[in-house]
């Protein structure tokens, strides 16, 4: 019964390739996230949506393209992928979208760029 | 005046002690700080919250201290077990973002906690 799960949790890849992560929540929840962690483990927001609309957008390469084809589902599509992108991307998901609502977070997918 | 300044970088403490995290932050708007423990492969979680109108809330062996005024708020783990050892986040938002319906959180640097049994 995994509330949030996102796949594939390894992808490792060649710089130039285009890669996609999954992510899905069970929750109900209206609002999902997607979250950049570095390998000093310094956690920064990248996308959030709800209810399938773009919320939040920080600076961000526009590489980087969230794809929201339903509310339970938040997908990341990288384009021309560069060695600075290697990190653990998480999925979130909160019940709504007020600052005070918990997110939840998936496993997280630990990207490598070769 | 967006940043949440974390310390210390990692901690060791002996099973039993008390650990101790903290946080600064500059912008007074802030008026939501959660922290967020993470286990080594698995995503962060929420571990506890405290608005600004409160000084201290306690679960558990888990307190948060806040002081408004130095705009500082510190995580306090009693009696701290092996089974606590995780990377923690504490973490803040602002009101425009609740007004707006964005529910950004910006997060600290962590702290990698290691307690020896």
């Known amino acids: 019964d995994t509330a949030v799960s996102q796949t594939p949790k390894y992808l490792v890849t060649q710089m130039g390739n285009d890669k996609s992560i999954k992510c899905e929540q069970n929750l109900g929840h209206d609002t999902m996230y997607w979250y950049k962690q570095d390998s000093k483990k310094f956690l920064k927001i990248m996308f959030s949506?709800?209810?399938?609309?773009?919320?939040i957008n920080e600076t961000v390469p526009n590489r980087f393209s969230p794809k929201s084809p339903d509310k339970a589902h938040l997908n990341l599509h990288i384009n021309s992928l560069e060695l600075g992108d290697s990190a653990v991307y998480f999925c979130?998901?909160?019940?709504?979208?007020?600052?005070?609502?918990?997110?939840?977070f998936g496993p997280g997918t630990r990207l490598t760029v070769l | 005046q967006q940043q949440v300044k974390q310390s210390p970088q990692s901690l060791i403490v002996q099973k039993g002690g008390i650990s101790i995290i903290n946080c600064a932050y500059e912008n007074t708007a802030f008026d939501y700080f959660p922290w967020y423990q993470q286990f080594p492969g698995k995503g962060p979680a929420l571990l506890i919250a405290?608005?600004?109108?409160?000084s201290e809330k306690k679960e558990g062996r888990f307190t948060i201290s806040f002081n408004k005024s130095a705009k500082q708020f510190s995580l306090h783990i009693m009696d701290s077990q092996p089974g606590d050892s995780a990377t923690y986040f504490c973490?803040?938002?602002?009101?425009?973002?609740?007004?707006?319906?964005?529910?950004?959180?910006?997060f600290g640097q962590g702290t990698t906690l290691q307690v020896k049994p």
């Open positions: 979130a998901s909160s019940q709504g979208n007020l600052a005070g609502d918990t997110q939840y």
């Open positions: 973490a803040a938002t602002l009101e425009e973002y609740r007004s707006s319906n964005t529910g950004k959180l910006i």
């Open positions: 949506y709800n209810n399938k609309e773009l919320i």
């Open positions: 405290i608005r600004p109108d409160v």
